[in-house]
């Protein structure tokens, strides 16, 4: 049994490798778009948000139909929706508005295979187990991302973006393809109804709302942070004296290989929270993680091999907790309600998701040419500072969480 989870866990994290081409593969080519249709950071920033409103809308209505409808044709026909998003994006974008409306299609197609993913890990695996597996599907999606970033900045070197573009619409029909197999004889497990109903399973369900909050607090910060990675290191390789084209080439494949890096966290942190409690694990990393982002931005006044160092170490913590909050949802709301609490939990994390970057956008506007100090430019240091109060809230509502009686339930009182 233990052997057939692990075959079935390693194949639905191919299919996401596959899916997620398209999740981050307009940073890649942000700054290019930026300079082609005259946009302005804030506008650049609310292509990316308007893809997160796009996941949101889906994501929480597939999530709850997950408790009704079989997730098998939920996953592979959004997979497919967001292949053709992407599609038409590569093929009819041509400046701010025709990109919005290709790019929140593509987002609704994304909304549908994460969550309902997940919840199938959660069904497969006991909590004693659950940490370790869902940290795995999360570090699938994680380096899914950062291929995302790779493969389009590559591409675009050689063919232009939108090539690459097409071919990461071909890279989703293929893992969409790959999960026939995967959804063989599958049958969605009995629904059981609580006493308490939705409302007391979800709405006054402290300790889950709070594990909630802590979610979108996250989402805040690792967003804004994986949105402008690849801008960001553009920009500073123009600075430190890179040819502008070079600089956006060189640039996603450093952002890919910094978000990659976060492929090797969520197992890790995963199996960690199975051991030391899902609250601990959450505080600690997002302790850390807040740290960086504060300091993160500045570091474009100061030179590469510094830069790339602190970027690996940002990298690996800004999504190391991602896969812990949702193991903990799963240890606080009964089974036959979890697709109504992950469609929550989607609404508020993604939430704060789609308006992170478009904040961050405003504040490289808003500081823009701001030198506190000869010599030393601002923007970035004060964008990177605005996604850290993610990274400080969350502790917080871990804290609060802690306090409350039920969460006691959270991994057989391992809290």
Request: zero cysteines; charged letters at 15%.
């Given at each position: 049994m233990i052997r057939s989870n692990t075959r079935w866990l390693l194949l639905l994290c191919c299919c996401q490798l596959f899916i997620m081409l398209v999740f981050i593969n307009y940073s890649a080519v942000l700054p290019i778009l930026r300079q082609e249709w005259g946009m302005s950071n804030t506008r650049a920033g609310m292509i990316f948000s308007v893809y997160q409103l796009g996941y949101i809308a889906s994501g929480v209505l597939l999530s709850i139909l997950t408790d009704r409808i079989n997730t098998k044709h939920i996953f592979i026909t959004a997979a497919f929706c967001s292949a053709a998003g992407n599609l038409l994006f590569a093929?009819?974008?041509?400046?701010?508005?025709?990109?919005?409306?290709?790019?929140?299609?593509?987002?609704?197609?994304?909304?549908?295979?994460y969550m309902p993913g997940l919840k199938l890990v959660a069904e497969r695996f006991v909590p004693a187990q659950r940490g370790k597996a869902i940290g795995i599907y999360v570090g699938s999606l994680v380096l899914g991302g950062s291929l995302s970033?790779?493969?389009?900045?590559?591409?675009t070197g050689f063919y232009g973006w939108r090539i690459a573009f097409i071919a990461c619409s071909i890279g989703v029909c293929i893992g969409a393809l790959l999960s026939f197999p995967l959804f063989a004889g599958y049958r969605p497990p009995h629904r059981t109804s609580s006493e308490m109903g939705y409302t007391g399973e979800i709405i006054k369900n402290r300790p889950a709302l709070l594990m909630i909050l802590g979610y979108g607090a996250h989402m805040w910060e690792m967003y804004g942070m994986r949105s402008w990675l690849a801008p960001f290191f553009s920009s500073a390789?123009?600075?430190?004296?890179?040819?502008?084209?070079?600089?956006?080439?060189?640039?996603?494949?450093?952002?890919?290989?910094?978000?990659?890096?976060?492929?090797?966290?969520?197992?890790?942190?995963?199996?960690?929270?199975?051991?030391?409690g899902r609250t601990a694990t959450i505080s600690v990393v997002m302790v850390s993680s807040a740290a960086i982002s504060f300091i993160f931005g500045w570091l474009i006044n100061t030179n590469l091999p510094l830069t790339l160092a602190i970027g690996l170490v940002y990298g690996y913590l800004v999504v190391a907790e991602s896969p812990v909050f949702s193991t903990g949802l799963t240890e606080l709301v009964a089974p036959g309600y979890l697709g109504a609490a992950m469609g929550l939990q989607s609404l508020i994390g993604y939430s704060m998701g789609m308006i992170s970057p478009t904040v961050f956008?405003?504040?490289?506007?808003?500081?823009?040419?701001?030198?506190?100090?000869?010599?030393?430019?601002?923007?970035?240091?004060?964008?990177?500072?605005?996604?850290?109060?993610?990274?400080?809230?969350?502790?917080?509502?871990?804290?609060?969480?802690?306090?409350?009686?039920?969460?006691?339930?959270?991994?057989?009182?391992?809290?």
């Open positions: 093929l009819y974008a041509h400046d701010f508005y025709s990109g919005m409306m290709f790019r929140a299609l593509t987002g609704i197609g994304m909304g549908g295979t970033l790779a493969v389009t900045g590559w591409l390789l123009v600075g430190w004296g890179f040819e502008a084209a070079r600089a956006t080439g060189f640039a996603s494949t450093i952002a890919a290989v910094l978000i990659g890096v976060g492929a090797f966290s969520t197992a890790i942190t995963g199996s960690l929270s199975d051991r030391f956008g405003w504040a490289l506007d808003t500081f823009r040419d701001w030198k506190p100090l000869p010599g030393i430019h601002a923007e970035w240091g004060m964008a990177f500072a605005f996604i850290a109060i993610g990274g400080v809230a969350g502790p917080v509502f871990m804290l609060l969480l802690r306090r409350t009686p039920e969460s006691v339930k959270m991994a057989g009182g391992n809290r």
